[in-house]
């Protein structure tokens, strides 16, 4: 290494939570990212997302109990419960406008962001993940995003 690490030349920037969260998507095969614009402020719509943790389970139509099992700083652990009956022991990352959860067999991606001319995109992504692969399996994983988005939509 120099001592003008980083290269003074090298381009500085962010992104964004979806364009992180379509970042991370676009290395997992099988993932699909579904995206929406709402007329109204990222801080409002992420309150309605995640709030203190549950109401993630007013926009996900397969989840039907959730149990916070540990949340430190921006790191979560919880178990989860499906209208099926199957659990998932999800941990992961959320920050405002952020949420990167994984278990063993589940994934779940949402990001919400300012839009420059105005509203909150928000951008979707999980579904089951294929065992011993960094893949997801890809039959329904729009229509649930869809599904969320509506359901985020009627609460809004």
Request: hydrophobic content about 45%.
């Amino acid at each position: 290494m120099t001592d003008n690490w980083p290269d003074p030349e090298w381009p500085d920037f962010d992104l964004d939570t979806v364009r992180r969260l379509r970042a991370l998507a676009a290395a997992i095969p099988g993932a699909a990212v579904t995206e929406r614009v709402f007329d109204t402020t990222a801080h409002h719509v992420w309150d309605l997302m995640w709030g203190d943790g549950t109401q993630v389970i007013e926009i996900q139509p397969d989840m039907q109990e959730i149990e916070m099992l540990e949340q430190a700083e921006d790191r979560v652990r919880m178990l989860v419960r499906s209208r099926y009956g199957m659990k998932a022991r999800l941990e992961g990352t959320v920050r405002p406008g952020w949420c990167w959860l994984q278990s063993r067999f589940l994934l779940i991606g949402m990001a919400a962001a300012d839009e420059p001319d105005g509203g909150t995109r928000v951008a979707l992504t999980g579904g089951v993940r294929v065992p011993g692969r960094a893949a997801i399996v890809p039959i329904g994983v729009r229509r649930e995003s869809r599904k969320s988005l509506d359901r985020l939509a009627a609460k809004l």
